[in-house]
Every structure is written in C-alpha cells, then in structure tokens.
Antibody
Framework: QVQLQESGPGLVKPSGTLSLTCTVSGASISSSYWWSWVRQPPGKGLEWIGEIFRSGSTNYNPSLKSRVTISIDTSKNQFSLKLNSVTAADTAIYYC????????WGQGTLVTVSS | DIVMTQSPDSLAVSLGERATINCKSSQTVLDSLNKDYVAWYQQKPGQPPKLLIYWASTRESGVPDRFSGSGSGTDFILTISSLQAEDVAVYYCHQYYSIPWTFGQGTKVEIK
C-alpha cells in the first residue's frame, strides 16, 4: 500500500524558509511517476506548487517559481520542498502527492507563517 | 494558465437523487491521442483529497460505480447517480494537460 507522509516545522517566521520532506513507503520514488507538492490555505482551494521526477527534473508553478526548490533523495525514498521568503499568504496545509493525476496523497501538514 | 471553472459552487441533493457538477476549462485539455487530462477529487473535512476519476471518465480502483465522469475538450461533468450520506464533501476538478496543473474552485455537496 502506497503511503506518503509529510514532515517538517509547523511554524515558520515571516521572511524565513519553509522546509518539508515527504517520505514515501510502499512504492519506490525511483519509479516512473512525478512527485508533487500541493497546498491548500485553510478553508480554501488547491494550488499545485511543483513536481520532481526520479532524474531530478523539476517543473514549478510560475507563480511560485522564484521561491521554490524541490529535490529528491532516492536513497531515502524521499522528496523535499523548500519555499523561501515566506509571508502569511503561504500559510496552508501542504500535501505531497504521487503522479500527475494525483492518485496518492499524504495526510497533509499545516504550516503557519507567523512571528 | 488553464482556468478550471466549476458550477455550481454548492448544491443540496436529496438522498438517492442525482448530483451533477460541471467543470469548464479555459482551453482544451484533449490531446492528439484523444485523451482528456482531467481528474476529479473528493475531499471530506480534515482529510486530503481522494482521486475519484482520471482521464475524464476512468474510475479509480475502489471508487463506487455511482460516481462517473464524462465530457471532452473543455466541458466535463461529475455525476453521482444516487447520493449517499457519505458523499457529503467538496469536489474538485483538475487539469494535468498543461503546466501549471490547476484545479477548479470546488463544489460543496450537501444533503437536502
């Protein structure tokens, strides 16, 4: 059974860097899937942040591209998100997701940007 | 960016009745191999979205057959043929045809 689990700080200061890791179990991150991050501000809709392939190739949402880095560690079966220069507008539940038709989702982790 | 617009924003349907959600894309999401790059998700409070339908009409494994997807090109529909109490949720359409992948704003389904 494929499972994804997000981990990382739940509170980040404004202008700081949000860092999250997604640990994948039940599937190899080296398989032929793209692995994405999606976020959802509390009570609002879904926004795709970006994706990474096993090769390290990435695609980002242009609205966030200047602030986002997604990386992959195949030895740990993990991929990670870094979002810098955060503001309150980046407060959201962050999900890691498998595939472009997002078939498996992590439970999500709430990240609050506040001083 | 491709904009996905859902209608209605919310609907209330009696148990056992049909619920229909529309999703319109701002440009085609149909490729040359005749595949529509649209998925539908169900999200219940406090849970992540759950994939229901992909390629516009292919039901994900384990999803009840009362859920069906249809449409092509720019117009898509999610139908719940006989609404059950456990179907109360927000439903999202999603296009994965052109980066950035985008979602509809969501449709809240309630029991009348």
């Amino acid at each position: 059974q494929v499972q994804l689990q997000e981990s990382g700080p739940g509170l980040v200061k404004p202008s700081g860097t949000l860092s999250l890791t997604c640990t994948v179990s039940g599937a190899s991150i080296s398989s032929s899937y793209w692995w994405s991050w999606v976020r959802q501000p509390p009570g609002k809709g879904l926004e795709w942040i970006g994706e990474i392939f096993r090769s390290g190739s990435t695609n980002y949402n242009p609205s966030l591209k200047s602030r986002v880095t997604i990386s992959i560690d195949t030895s740990k079966n993990q991929f990670s998100l870094k979002l810098n220069s955060v503001t309150a507008a980046d407060t959201a539940i962050y999900y890691c997701v498998r595939d472009r038709a997002h078939d498996y989702w992590g439970q999500g982790t709430l990240v609050t940007v506040s001083s | 960016d491709i904009v996905m617009t859902q209608s209605p924003d919310s609907l209330a349907v009696s148990l056992g009745e049909r619920a229909t959600i529309n999703c319109k894309s701002s440009q085609t999401v149909l490729d040359s191999l005749n595949k529509d790059y649209v998925a539908w998700y169900q999200q219940k409070p406090g849970q992540p979205p759950k994939l229901l339908i992909y390629w516009a009409s292919t039901r994900e494994s384990g999803v009840p057959d009362r859920f069906s997807g249809s449409g092509s090109g720019t117009d898509f529909i999610l139908t719940i043929s006989s609404l059950q109490a456990e179907d109360v949720a927000v439903y999202y359409c999603h296009q994965y045809y052109s980066i950035p992948w985008t979602f509809g704003q969501g449709t809240k389904v309630e029991i009348k």
